[in-house]
């Protein structure tokens, strides 16, 4: 009798890869929720802004302004929220000569021309200084309650307003990306980035988590610091279309968007599962591990305790990182992991910490025909999908059940997770 099968296809790269596995062992898919109505415009946002007055009130037209967006790793569609925002800048007087594109590498590496111009669109050329952040630029401003010494950017203090565009994820530590996280680390010294990270092992450090969360409150304080004034952040769906829009105050905005990207990403799960299949979402979230592991993250909520988590991630740029690579790829037992970054925590390996706490409890494989590297002691690595679900089937059982995640990236399962304050 042949044999009843889910046919699933799931991100990976620029393309997709599909898999079989047999219906009656899958107990759940799960996928962001298809219910969020889509809210108000960019243009609407940027009329309305929430807790501050509208961009032409704030600005005067001999004012220089910093325009902080987001760099390739991320799929902030800043292409299509960019026009609104210089049509308004040219409504209220101020000159594109006025206007300096910073682009928030954070610890990444520098854009690319070619990757300026995806980011970017016909901006890319038309606005004459756009810059590559730089961590050892960063001048000192100040200190947060916390201890971060706040190092940023430049250009950021030698402009009268700071205008930062972002898109608003779960994010495993600091609650949400988006907000003030545009600066803080997007534009930030690598003494404050590593600072404010540190506090990830503190209570409360928790993706979905914004009110006590320990890195958040920091990074709005630092932010503050800063000078950043307006945001326009986004919350998109799986497919990276633009649910909905909310501009102005950096807190305010952001934890709307929080409370929208709330009602999308956090889906009741039945039960754990043996088995755990997910998909960081294809490009740009699986252009390397760095990136990719907040897949595995999501997933591993949905996960049984001594279960198996697989991620397909492409991972073109291999771990993104090279004090990542070096800690992941060397590790010899998971306690040390946790016993070296309680000595002195060191940016990068704040990854391979993460990664560990999962495998403690579950069984992390990926699935990538680029990142040759694997260390059994936190993952496996297998270059095709069903390589992968033939390990797992062999190591949990062929009764093990299965649940699917194709868009892990966009999905926090509620099972494990408190909700938002």
Not at 218 to 241: M, Q, R, S, W, Y
Request: glycine share 8%.
């Amino acid at each position: 009798m042949e044999i009843d099968r889910v046919r699933i296809s799931l991100r990976y790269g620029k393309g997709s890869v599909g898999l079989e596995i047999p219906r009656d062992r899958v107990v759940q898919v799960v996928k962001p929720a298809s219910s969020v109505p889509h809210g108000r415009s960019v243009a609407d946002a940027l009329s309305a802004p929430i807790g501050i007055e509208p961009l032409d009130r704030l600005l005067d037209r001999k004012d220089k302004l910093a325009l902080v967006v987001s760099d390739a790793t991320r799929p902030c569609p800043t292409d299509r929220i960019l026009p609104h925002v210089m049509r308004l800048l040219k409504r209220t007087g101020v000159p594109r000569d006025n206007v300096r594109v910073l682009i928030a590498t954070g610890t990444h590496r520098e854009q690319t021309d070619s990757e300026k111009a995806r980011i970017l669109g016909e901006y890319a050329t038309s606005i004459p200084q756009v810059v590559n952040h730089r961590m050892e630029s960063a001048q000192y401003v100040g200190v947060t309650k916390k201890g971060t010494k706040v190092w940023v950017n430049p250009l950021i203090l030698d402009s009268d307003f700071t205008l930062a565009i972002g898109n608003v994820d779960v994010h495993y530590f600091a609650g949400y990306t988006g907000g003030y996280k545009a600066v803080i680390p997007g534009v930030a010294g690598k003494e404050t980035i590593e600072r404010n990270h540190s506090l990830m092992t503190l209570p409360n450090a928790e993706p979905g988590v914004c009110e006590g969360n320990p890195v958040r409150l920091d990074l709005e304080e630092a932010g503050g610091l800063v000078g950043l004034t307006f945001i326009v952040n986004v919350v998109l769906d799986e497919k990276h279309h633009i649910i909905s829009t909310f501009a102005g105050d950096p807190v305010a905005a952001h934890r709307a968007c929080a409370k929208v990207a709330d009602e999308f990403t956090k889906v009741h799960v039945e039960k754990p599962a043996d088995i755990v299949i997910a998909s960081a979402g294809g490009y740009p979230r699986d252009i390397n591990l760095y990136q990719a592991h907040k897949a595995i993250e999501n997933a591993s909520h949905a996960v049984k305790d001594g279960g198996v988590v697989v991620v397909l991630a492409e991972c073109a740029e291999g771990f993104g990182n090279a004090t990542f690579e070096s800690w992941t790829t060397n590790a010899t037992n998971l306690e040390e992991v946790r016993e070296n970054l309680s000595k002195k925590f060191v940016l990068g390996a704040h990854k391979t910490y993460a990664l560990s706490k999962i495998a403690k409890r579950a069984e992390i494989i990926l699935v990538s025909d680029k990142l040759g590297k694997q260390n059994p002691v936190i993952y496996k690595t297998f270059k095709k999908p069903r390589e992968a679900l033939d390990y797992a089937w062999r190591s949990r059982g062929t009764n093990a059940s299965v649940l699917l995640m194709p868009y892990a990236m966009n999905v926090l399962p509620s099972t494990h997770i408190r909700t938002r304050k």
